[in-house]
Structures are given as C-alpha cells and as structure tokens.
Nanobody, 124 residues
Framework: QVQLVESGGGLVQAGGSLRLSCAAS????????VGWFRQAPGKEREFVAA????????YYANSVKGRFTISRDNAKNTVYFQVNGLKPEDTAVYYC?????????????????WGQGTQVTVSS
C-alpha cells in the first residue's frame, strides 16, 4: 500500500506560482509512476502531468506545457509540481496518483493510489 498526501495549494493571483508536493508513505514509491490530475467544479478529472519512476521521462497536458514542471526526489519519497504562470482556468483540486510502471500515465483509471487533493484557486 502507498499513501499519498498532497500539499502546497492555495489562492494566488493570475500569473502567480505555487509548488505542490506529493509525499508518499508506506511502501517506498521510487518504483512507481506518479501523475498529477485536476478536477474543476462540474468537470471531469483531467490529466495534467506524470513522471516515470526514475524521473527521466515526463508527460504534460498541452494546456500546461511550458508552465508546469514535475520532478521527484525518491530519497525523500516526494514528487514536486511547480506551477507557474497560473491562469483562472487552472483553478481546480489537484490530485497526485501513483502506480507501478507498465500503464498509461495519462489515464486516471490506471492509477491504483490517490491522495486527497489540494485546492488551487487562481483569481483574475
């Protein structure tokens, strides 16, 4: 079992930045793919970014490419998500998720473990 806890969300003005964290406990998750998803009110959960178990491969949704950066520190069992250039349409609850490799990192239904989410609100 892997337990995930997100932190770092908050209220920022458009153009601002946040650094989200996803801390894992339980089994070490150095061997896991970790993804970030978000869900805005009234909308479906959508893929935002993912990172391979080694950190050597990253994936981004087109809407965030160039603004958001995912990274990981396996020694600290933590994945980071630097979100810059925030826009009001980025407002959502952000979730991290983890699963073993060999799955599609962009598909929410292929992740076995989920955190509780952290709210990001961007004012215009």
């Amino acid at each position: 079992q892997v337990q995930l806890v997100e932190s770092g969300g908050g209220l920022v003005q458009a153009g601002g930045s946040l650094r989200l964290s996803c801390a894992a406990s339980g089994r070490t998750f150095s061997g896991y793919v970790v993804g970030w998803f978000r869900q805005a009110p009234g909308k479906e959960r959508e893929f935002v970014a993912a990172i391979s178990w080694s950190g050597g491969v990253t994936y981004y949704a087109n809407s965030v490419k160039g603004r958001f950066t995912i990274s990981r520190d396996n020694a600290k069992n933590t994945v980071y998500f630097q979100v810059n250039g925030l826009k009001p349409e980025d407002t959502a609850v952000y979730y991290c998720a983890a699963n073993r490799p060999g799955m599609s990192p962009r598909r929410a239904d292929e992740y076995a473990y989920w955190g509780q989410g952290t709210q990001v609100t961007v004012s215009s």
